[in-house]
């Protein structure tokens, strides 16, 4: 079975621009978690959905960011327009909801933005 | 306030050593969960182990090892006879049955086996 696959793997750009990041859930996964790392700050949750619907929202660190999931199985991240200081790694994770808080994160390989 | 500390920004060790990764967490509920992931330099994090507030149990894996004490609100994670393969970044995390599928995450610590 596929794991979370999280695209693109590496987005280089400029500040201003706008950036979408990808993320396509495990099969049969209802909870959707999307997080940032860096060095300074380690593992942010940004934002989490559970059934498509977000549920906390409080990590979103400005109005330029933004998070869907038009489906199930899949979500965005957006930053318009982007920052140099946005430049981390950015994950996307999925459990099962119905374990609750039980449940493990299954993470994406995450995706490397570099904003200049 | 931080609700998962993981103390030790860096470790290393020389391999075939032993290693104890330390986690101190903080919660008022009952019911919560305490979880350790790997990172490893290709970046994904890994699913290590799982315990829920009700089981003190030590679990053994292997080289790998776990001590949860809810007196002190830790949960160590040790590694026997260590190897290069180790070297990674490890997240100790914390979910509470009150917060839905929130998980905290502490600062993680990096360990880097020497051959």
């Known amino acids: 079975d596929a794991g979370v696959i999280q695209s693109p793997r590496h987005e280089v750009t400029e500040m201003g621009q706008e950036v979408t990041l990808r993320c396509k859930l495990i099969s049969g996964h209802n909870s959707l978690f999307w997080y940032r790392q860096t060095m300074m700050r380690g593992l942010e949750l940004l934002i989490y959905f559970n059934n498509n619907v977000p549920i906390d929202d409080s990590g979103m660190p400005e109005d330029r960011f933004s998070a869907k999931m038009p489906n199930a199985s899949f979500s965005t991240l957006k930053i318009q327009p982007s920052e140099p200081r946005d430049s981390a790694v950015y994950f996307c994770?999925?459990?099962?909801?119905?374990?609750?808080?039980?449940?493990?994160?299954?993470f994406g390989s995450g995706t490397q933005l570099s904003v200049l | 306030a931080q609700k998962v500390t993981q103390a030790q920004t860096e470790i290393s060790v020389v391999e075939k050593e032993d290693v104890t990764l330390d986690c101190v967490y903080e919660t008022r509920d009952t019911t919560y969960y305490l979880f350790w992931y790997k990172q490893p330099p290709s970046g994904e994090l890994v699913f290590l182990i799982r315990r829920n507030s009700f089981d003190e149990q030590n679990e053994i894996s292997g080289r790998y090892s776990w001590n949860f004490q809810k007196s002190t609100s830790s949960f160590n994670f040790t590694i026997t006879a260590s190897q290069v393969v180790d070297s990674a970044v490890y997240f100790c995390a914390l979910s509470e049955a009150n917060t839905g599928n929130q998980v905290y995450f502490g600062t993680g610590t990096s360990l880097t086996v020497i051959p």
């Open positions: 994770a999925s459990s099962l909801r119905a374990g609750g808080s039980r449940e493990k994160l299954f």
